[in-house]
């Protein structure tokens, strides 16, 4: 249970980070703070929810980051 959540923003991570890079470490976040593994039946869908949320904020967090000396990403463009 006690495997480390690993850097997810360049330079450690050259390419982004995927959605399941970022909701491998939001499951082991949840599952650190909440000291379940595995959550009981009655405790799924609080357990769920805690790892979207926190999934969510860090793709929020990763594409805000501002990384000095990373390059740029693209920028899509609207139309």
Known sequence: MCRSIKT???????????EEEIRAAALQFVRKVSGFRAPAAHNREVFDHAVEAIAAATAELLGGLEVRGAPQRAQAVSS
């Not at 997810?8 to 991570?13: M, S």
């Open 8 to 18: 997810l923003r360049p330079p450690t991570l050259p390419e982004e980070a995927t």
